[in-house]
């Protein structure tokens, strides 16, 4: 594919439940980002990969949320024991290199915990 | 997290004028600004950036203003169309802290009447 792809793209779920939620970078780039969107509250950076280096986590809002990229391309965050303020639109980019600037997201996850 | 701060938080203009939003930020060492516009049900995507050693960047109907001084940075949509009507957010960032993510504000949402 083209462009950053995330699935799944609607997520609804109960509060309590663990979430998984994925995202498949765009081929041969090598930095992958985590935000997570809530209404009127812009985008919140969550989690950075860059290629074998240990992830920036320094966005994760608590110790409930967890992501992993496995070989260096797709990408996993988990939201274990959701809460009811963990539903937002969860977006995915990436970009070339360690110095790339422009940043190319998927269309997101919504999330919705009930 | 060093805040960029954005405003409006809506907007509505008539077709054929011109959309103003404005970003403040308070981070000295940010050297990268860019703009992205967000359809619904899409993830952002980018639009125009601009380093802070030129004052303006114009790309089609599209310009970023800088004010290195002030710390300020607009984006105007000249000859505003219906089709321009989207979410924008500005962003920053210091390339010095190569591959750190993207400071965004909190978003406007643009409403271009016909």
């Known amino acids: 594919g083209a462009g950053v792809s995330q699935s799944p793209s609607n997520k609804v779920t109960e509060k309590g439940k663990d979430v998984e939620l994925r995202c498949d970078p765009i081929?041969?780039?090598?930095?992958l980002y985590w935000y997570r969107q809530s209404l009127g509250q812009g985008l919140e950076f969550l989690i950075y990969?860059?290629?074998?280096?240990?992830?920036?986590k320094s966005g994760l809002p608590s110790d409930r949320f967890s992501a992993e990229r496995t070989g260096g391309s797709v990408s996993t965050l988990t939201i274990q024991r959701t809460q009811q303020e963990d539903s937002a639109v969860y977006l995915c980019?990436?970009?070339?290199?360690?110095?790339?600037?422009?940043?190319?997201f998927g269309p997101g996850t919504r999330l919705l915990v009930l | 997290q060093q805040q960029v701060k954005q405003s409006p938080q809506s907007l509505i203009v008539q077709k054929g004028g011109i959309s103003i939003i404005n970003c403040a930020y308070e981070?000295?060492?940010?050297?990268?600004f860019p703009w992205y516009q967000q359809f619904p049900g899409k993830g952002p995507a980018l639009l125009i950036a601009?380093?802070?050693?030129?004052s303006e960047k114009k790309e089609g109907r599209f310009t970023i203003s800088f004010n290195k001084s002030a710390k300020q940075f607009s984006l105007h949509i000249m000859d505003s169309q219906p089709g321009d009507s989207a979410t924008y957010f500005c962003?920053?960032?210091?390339?010095?802290?190569?591959?750190?993510?993207?400071?965004f504000g909190k978003g406007t949402t643009l409403s271009v009447s016909s």
């Open positions: 990969f860059q290629g074998n280096s240990a992830p920036d």
């Open positions: 601009i380093r802070p050693d030129v």
């Open positions: 981070n000295t060492a940010f050297d990268y």
């Open positions: 081929s041969g780039h090598t930095a």
């Open positions: 980019a990436s970009t070339m290199n360690l110095n790339g600037e422009t940043q190319y």
């Open positions: 962003a920053a960032r210091s390339s010095h802290q190569a591959g750190t993510a993207l400071i």
